[in-house]
């Protein structure tokens, strides 16, 4: 069955610093890759997502892009800001089933 | 703009006992779902519904069950309550089946089952 892996947490940054959380995935056929994010006491929320190989996903200066032939979809950013403390999801969707990672804790430094 | 609103916010129950989560939705979305959260472990499925009266299971169903009468509500029953039931619980909704969509989250309902 699909499955969506990412890298274990707490990732913990100083502001200004370059973020990647990696996240890899098995999947049938072609799915759709996602990016939630979840602040405290809150439901997820979507931050992008790409739907098709070689499609870039971006909002708030986070990117990642689809790649098919490593199945992964890393989240970046150049320069994290205290306010992106929180907990990224990757996720994937394939037929009516959402199927997402454990989630990496991100804690940002003043 | 209510989005999808999840009652209660916070729930203690002993051993045994039932009760319902209930989640609604007012952007007339065809698609809903429940998702338990757990340290570690990420959301996993419980029970999804493509439409009214269509239900189906999802990757932990068991101690649950759902059903769809309308468009707007997708209840979560647990019949007899277990410390292992104890976790976060998010009802989810999309406007249709497709792949493409995004989740819309409610906010989620904390159990405690002693």
């Known amino acids: 069955g699909n499955s969506v892996t990412q890298m274990e947490g707490p990732v913990t940054l100083s502001e200004e610093a370059f973020l990647t959380i990696n996240c890899t995935y098995t999947?049938?056929?072609?799915?759709?890759l996602f990016w939630y994010v979840q602040y405290p006491g809150e439901g997820l929320q979507l931050l992008l997502k790409?739907?098709?190989?070689?499609d870039k996903g971006s909002n708030k200066g986070f990117e990642a892009t689809y790649r098919k032939e490593t199945t992964s979809f890393h989240l970046e950013k150049g320069s994290v800001q205290v306010s992106d403390s929180a907990v990224y999801f990757c996720?994937?969707?394939?037929?009516?089933?959402?199927?997402f990672g454990a989630g990496t804790r991100l804690f940002v430094k003043a | 703009n209510a989005g999808v609103t999840q009652t209660p916010k916070f729930q203690v129950l002993k051993t045994g006992q039932s009760m319902t989560l209930q989640c609604a939705q007012d952007?007339?979305?065809?698609?809903m779902s429940w998702y338990r959260q757990d340290p570690g472990m990420g959301l996993r499925l419980i029970h999804y519904?493509?439409?009214?009266?269509?239900?189906d299971q999802g990757e932990v169903p068991n101690g649950y069950n759902v059903s769809r009468s309308t468009t707007e509500d997708f209840p979560l029953r647990l019949l007899s309550a277990a410390p292992s039931q104890t976790s976060v619980y998010f009802c989810?909704?999309?406007?249709?089946?497709?792949?493409?969509?995004?989740?819309?989250f409610g906010s989620g309902t904390q159990l405690s089952v002693l």
């Open positions: 989810a909704s999309s406007p249709d089946r497709g792949s493409n969509e995004k989740l819309f």
């Open positions: 999947a049938t056929g072609y799915p759709s």
């Open positions: 790409a739907t098709k190989a070689d």
């Open positions: 996720a994937l969707t394939g037929g009516f089933k959402t199927i």
């Open positions: 952007m007339n979305h065809e698609y």
């Open positions: 519904s493509v439409g009214a009266g269509i239900t």
